[in-house]
């Protein structure tokens, strides 16, 4: 599989699900839905943590 394709893919995801979750925390109150700020950041500037972390991209598999 090609890698930047699936960054292209998993990027606007990113920014998507962290956005809905920042939404979501302003509009219930409940304040663990502010933690979307770590995959709102992460699409922006287009790093991936588990990818860090693990040094692979769960998505790609075994290379």
Request: proline content about 6%; overall charge positive.
């Amino acid at each position: 599989m090609d890698v930047k394709k699936i960054r292209k893919i998993c990027r606007p995801i990113r920014i998507v699900v962290g956005l809905s979750l920042i939404g979501a925390g302003l509009y219930t109150g409940i304040g663990w839905f502010y933690l979307g700020i770590i995959p709102l950041i992460a699409g922006i500037v287009n790093f991936c943590p588990l990818c860090g972390i693990t040094k692979q991209c769960p998505l790609i598999g075994k290379e």
